[in-house]
């Protein structure tokens, strides 16, 4: 069964641009969630996808948003990149069940110059 | 809501030494509760977890975490690590009120750095 995959794995831009990002969730998970990754920070979340919609948010300004397509993929877009967005965006898929396991791909590492 | 602290950022161990990595966690309610490792550049892979039953859990490559509900802790042991363990550990509660993984919750993380 293959993992969660992600791409890009590494990405450069500017200030000012946007990007997008991709997460193909494991075959059968349904929720895919996204979280940010700083070294001051540590680990955040951003927000989770089930079934197309968004269940529930982070605290992040409406810069990130993301969507979820009917076959499960979801992708996340940040506008206007600022050098703090600078960071491992990590995307995990779960199944439907109260432990909220997560399965994490390797993330797209962005560099906001 | 619940939390999670890990005590310590870093924990600096001998190879072939035996090491802990503290996790407490704040909750109400039962709790669903994981170990997960990122090494250098990839994501978070999930270490061991306990959901119910026997609360010593085993992983694969030598870790063990032990559920305390009276002191609330899931610390992480190892009795002889190795440089390959060099990684990042977090810990991390579910109350699993709140379905799938929007209820998750992280620590901060600790770097444990295996010296030889």
């Known amino acids: 069964k293959a993992g969660v995959t992600q791409t890009p794995r590494y990405l450069i831009k500017t200030r000012g641009q946007q990007v997008t990002l991709s997460c193909s969730p494991i075959s059968g998970h349904r929720s895919v969630s996204w979280y940010q990754q700083t070294p001051g920070q540590g680990l955040q979340f951003l927000f989770e996808y089930f079934s197309e919609t968004q269940r529930n948010k982070g605290n992040f300004p409406g810069r990130f948003s993301g969507r979820q397509f009917s076959n499960s993929r979801s992708e996340m877009n940040v506008s206007t990149l600022e050098l703090g967005d600078s960071a491992l965006y990590l995307c995990a898929s779960s199944l439907e069940q109260p432990s909220g396991e997560l399965f994490f791909g390797e993330g797209s590492r962005l560099t906001v110059l | 809501a619940q939390s999670v602290t890990q005590l310590d950022s870093q924990v600096p161990v001998f190879e072939e030494a035996p090491v802990e990595l503290r996790c407490n966690y704040s909750?109400?309610?039962?709790?669903?509760l994981f170990w997960y490792v990122q090494y250098p550049n990839q994501g978070l892979q999930l270490l061991l977890k306990y959901l119910s039953g026997s609360t010593l859990v085993e992983s694969i490559n030598g870790f063990e975490a032990e559920f305390n509900k009276s002191q609330t802790s899931f610390h992480l042991r190892k009795p002889s690590v190795h440089i390959s363990d060099t990684a990042e550990y977090f810990c991390?509660?579910?109350?699993?009120?709140?379905?799938?993984?929007?209820?998750?919750?992280f620590g901060k993380g600790t770097h444990l750095i295996i010296q030889p």
């Open positions: 909750s109400s309610v039962s709790v669903y």
């Open positions: 991390a509660v579910n109350t699993g009120l709140g379905g799938g993984a929007d209820g998750l919750t």
